[in-house]
């Protein structure tokens, strides 16, 4: 072939090309009906798969693309008598608002009922209430025993040391037993137990006498006082009452 056939050639194949990218796809698949000799019905989408003594009774069905979902349409305003359709929108809008904020003050009611429950451990005449503790941005939680003999919360110094709460002052405090033992005291920003927070309160901070304890601390007067509570020993949580 010489090369002006060559060229020709090529120039052809180009437009052929060209010519396939502007044709219309096609969106729509032909789908191929057979009955075999059990009188089973069958679909398949090619010629091909049709067993050829039953290619002579064979249908052709075309399968049209599914069409695009459609928008939702907006629910139509419905206008009470005497209303114009902006009146109309107006109220509707006004209702839709009304009844989302009763959802919203129905969910924060919820919420704070759930807490107004604490679960809490009880370890024989011990309950222990999960408590948290925050000093300079940070935050700890703690397992305090339920103390409404002591004044004061009472924090292990490993907990304290965990917060890095300055000590501001020394104390002597009597412990179980009738010993005193000194102690420091240190200001927290805030304790938290359910849904109440008490801010810069103040807290003993010891070395734990005798062997390791299970808890961190007690949980003193200056956090319980003015608070109603009780304890439900079987269920082994405290309902607050707000």
């Not at 090619?46 to 249908?59: C, H």
């Not at 052709?60 to 419905?78: C, D, I, L, S």
């Not at 359709?85 to 009611?109: F, I, Y």
Request: proline share 6%.
């Amino acid at each position: 072939m010489d090369k002006k056939n060559a060229d020709l050639l090529i120039l052809l194949c180009l437009c052929i090309f060209v010519v396939a990218l502007f044709l219309p796809l096609k969106l729509r698949a032909e789908i191929y009906k057979y009955v075999d000799k059990n009188g089973t019905i069958h679909f398949v989408d090619d010629l091909g798969k049709v067993p050829a003594e039953y290619r002579n009774q064979v249908t052709v069905r075309e399968e049209k693309p599914k069409a695009p979902p459609q928008e939702e349409v907006p629910a139509a305003v419905t206008e009470k008598k005497g209303e114009t359709p902006e009146e109309a929108r107006t109220r509707q809008m006004l209702e839709s608002l009304e009844e989302k904020k009763k959802q919203e003050e129905e969910k924060a009611r919820e919420e704070f009922d759930q807490s107004l429950v604490t679960k809490v451990t009880i370890r024989g005449n011990h309950v222990l209430v999960p408590v948290t503790l925050g000093y300079g941005g940070k935050e700890v939680q703690a397992s305090l025993v339920l103390d409404t003999g002591a004044d004061l919360i009472t924090l292990h110094r490993p907990i304290a040391d965990q917060l890095n709460v300055p000590l501001t002052n020394r104390a002597n405090v009597r412990v179980v037993g009738g010993k005193v033992i000194n102690a420091g005291v240190a200001t927290l920003d805030y304790v938290r137990v359910g849904p109440y927070e008490a801010k810069a309160i103040q807290a003993l901070v010891i070395f734990p006498q005798g062997p390791a304890t299970s808890h961190d601390g007690l949980l003193g007067m200056n956090f319980l006082r003015g608070l109603e509570y009780s304890i439900d020993f079987e269920n082994q949580v405290i309902r607050w009452k707000p």
